[in-house]
Each structure stands twice: as C-alpha cells, then as structure tokens.
C-alpha cells in the first residue's frame, strides 16, 4: 500500500527556517519522482518543488529558488524540503506526491498524496 506521510510543519517567525519530511512507505522512493505542493486559503494548489527519480534533478518554483531546498535519504526512504528565510506568503498546508520517474508541474500527473502538514509563517 503506498503511503506518503508528511511531518515538520508549524508556526515560525519571517526569516525563520523548517524542515519537512515526507515518509514513504509502500514503493520505492528512488524509482520515482516527488514533488512538494502547498495550498493556501483560497488559492489553487502551487507545485514547489520536485526531485526527479533517475538523476535526482531537481526543480524549484521561482517563489522559492535560493530560499527552499529539496533533498532525497534513500535509506530512509524519506524526501525533505529545507526552508530558509520564510516569509508570510509562505503559509499554507504542504503536501507531498509521488509521480512517475519524471517531474511535472502539474498536480494532475501526481497519483498519490499525503494528508498534508500546515506551515504558517506570522510574527
């Protein structure tokens, strides 16, 4: 059964930094790529960043290059996004999601999600 189970979210001042996980369980997390989407109130669900299975080539949505940095433990079968300097705009609920080998932007190509894990970002 696959599962993606996100953790790691919560309430951080501007300029602060988290680091969210996302468990995987069910497959393994290198033949296939993972991507880290968020939604915010009123909002359609963004894609932020992905890790591609082959090569792990990743990908950054331009709000976030230079601040967030996705990364794959392949003993933990575990992706993370480390988050720096983050700013209001940043809050929302994150989810992560598994795709084929390959990124994509798009949230339709994802076949399965987590439950997703709330960052909000206020002073």
């Known amino acids: 059964q696959v599962q993606l189970v996100e953790s790691g979210g919560g309430l951080v001042q501007p300029g602060g930094s988290l680091r969210l996980s996302c468990a995987a369980s069910g497959f393994t997390l290198n033949y296939y790529a993972i991507g880290w989407f968020r939604q915010a109130p009123g909002k359609e669900r963004e894609g932020v960043a992905c890790?591609?299975?082959?090569?792990?080539?990743?990908y950054y949505a331009d709000s976030v290059k230079g601040r967030f940095t996705i990364s794959r433990d392949s003993a933990k079968n575990t992706v993370y996004l480390q988050m720096s300097g983050l700013k209001p705009e940043d809050t929302a609920v994150f989810y992560c999601a598994r795709t084929h080998w390959r990124c994509s932007p798009s949230a339709s190509e994802y076949g399965y999600w987590g439950q997703g894990t709330q960052v909000t970002v206020s002073s």
């Open positions: 890790i591609s299975s082959r090569d792990g080539s990743t």
